[in-house]
């Protein structure tokens, strides 16, 4: 399902068992994307504009979509957000909010500051991995996502 090489995933989450759970539902989906794990805020934003030890990482080679939990240390996912926004390299890059939070002032948050999408994890394996297999499908396949300036 690799749509080109530069077709990535950058999964923002500090759970290991989330990361492996994640990564194990996009390989039974056939989802072999490259899958760049920052385990908080501030690595997912070193890793996007290629600072601290991403700075030799091409910062115009984005991913395709930027999966994000909120309940992160250092930075949180609401603040990454608003950080991926307000950056010209990064604004229009999809972000999907992946989280087990079933707050209602966090939804609000998360679209009020420009995610694309808000999904709640189901606790349920099987579920979930059907949730990330129609997620992968639309994300790194369907959507069109605007050229660069």
Known sequence: ???GDNRRILLVEDNPDDVELTKRALKKNNILNEVVVAGDGEEALDYLFA??????????????VVLLDLKLPKVGGIETLKEIRANPITKFL????LTSSKEERDLVDGYK?????YIR????????????GQLGMYWLLLNEIPPKD
């Open 121 to 132: 994890k189901p606790v349920d394996f099987k579920q979930f991995t059907e949730a990330v």
């Open 1 to 3: 399902m690799n749509k």
């Open 94 to 97: 999809p972000v999907v909010i």
């Open 113 to 117: 500051n420009g995610a694309n999408s």
């Open 51 to 64: 600072k601290g030890k991403f700075k030799e990482r091409d910062v115009n080679v984005l991913p395709t």
